[in-house]
């Protein structure tokens, strides 16, 4: 009998050890970072995979070894795992990549539309993106709208520039549907806030007009100012006389220079020889050109030039305006 209890004494004893040991190899797991280097690793978990297939992929990355410790803590610790590209950091424990990959902190990259830039332009800019997957043919980019749900008669003008955050596998085709959504918000939004009384029948003049002061000064202290100058000269019958239309109609014969016998040349955008608006929008405006177009600065000028120190000089005639020109030549 005493025997049958010494060899129970042994036996739970063996196992209070055993237990121990256990307990502390699985402390030891727990406090004991993944081998991720100082520069961090990125770590891409697809849609479905969990459990064991998550440490089977980890492991082949060599980040740890498998063992019966990520199944206690998997089974101690349920979570629901978010498929997405994750930034792992050096030092992070078992127990903080789980958090990590549960809690959908997924790598987010940019992608800055910028204001002034043309629909070519910034469709070009989409396709060079080597973080977006490509669904839209960068030879057929006039057909991008089409190919992505959009009805849009003419695409210049009708995505908002903004910088807009995505994961990895979103595709071009998103970021163009998201930018066009924007505007339309945007459009609608300085719509509905217009002043009274404006030569403007549409919010697609509105469009038009902002892209215009877009081109026009990257001053957000002008645009109001030259919103203000066009709306006078539409309510007069006179022609805006805008560079930038000019320069859209010339398409690709634009060599940097714009010369007298392109002011003289007509084309629907050409200012010079045609009064109202283009036709289009000459370039995707900004929140801050639409804001200007819908409420123009009060004022009497009809006239501006460049100063030759980044902004412009207003006139309210004709006489002055030309004095202005001439102190610009002579800066110059």
């Known amino acids: 009998m005493k025997k049958v209890l010494l060899l129970l004494v042994l036996l739970l004893l063996l196992l209070s050890v055993s237990a121990w040991q256990g307990w502390k ?170 002043a009274e009384d404006l030569p403007i029948e549409t919010p697609y003049e509105l469009l038009i007009l902002a892209s215009i002061i877009e081109k026009e000064t990257s001053l957000d202290s002008e645009r109001r100012q030259i919103a203000g100058v066009f709306i006078r000269r539409l309510q007069k019958g006179m022609r805006l006389q805008t560079d930038p239309t000019v320069i859209y109609g010339l398409g690709d014969t634009y060599d940097g220079d714009i010369r007298r016998r392109d002011l003289r040349t007509d084309t629907p955008y050409n200012t010079y020889t045609r009064h109202g608006l283009p036709p289009t929008p000459i370039a995707l405006p900004g929140r801050a050109s639409l804001a200007a177009a819908a409420d123009p600065a009060p004022g009497e000028a009809l006239y501006f030039v460049a100063n030759g120190l980044g902004g412009h000089t207003f006139s309210e005639t004709l006489e002055a305006h030309q004095q202005a020109v001439r102190k610009l030549i002579e800066r110059n």
């Open 25 to 194: 190899r699985y402390q030891d797991f727990l406090q004991t970072p993944l081998n991720i280097t100082e520069g961090g690793q990125v770590f891409q978990l697809e849609p479905g995979t969990h459990g064991a297939a998550i440490v089977e992929q980890i492991s082949d990355m060599g980040l740890t070894r498998p063992g019966w410790e990520w199944r206690v803590l998997m089974k101690l610790e349920p979570r629901v795992y978010r498929a997405g590209e994750y930034r792992l950091s050096a030092g992070i424990t078992p127990r903080e990549l789980l958090e990590i990959l549960s809690g959908g902190r997924v790598v987010q990259y940019r992608f800055t539309l910028v204001e002034g830039w043309t629909f070519r332009q910034f469709a070009v800019a989409l396709a060079a993106n080597t973080d977006l997957d490509h669904v839209l043919d960068p030879q057929a980019i006039d057909l991008w709208p089409t190919a992505s749900g959009l009805e849009l008669g003419h695409p210049e003008g009708w995505f908002l520039p903004e910088t807009y955050l995505f994961t990895r596998g979103d595709s071009d085709r998103d970021i163009l549907v998201r930018a066009h959504a924007a505007m339309t918000n945007a459009l609608e939004d300085a719509w509905e806030g217009r």
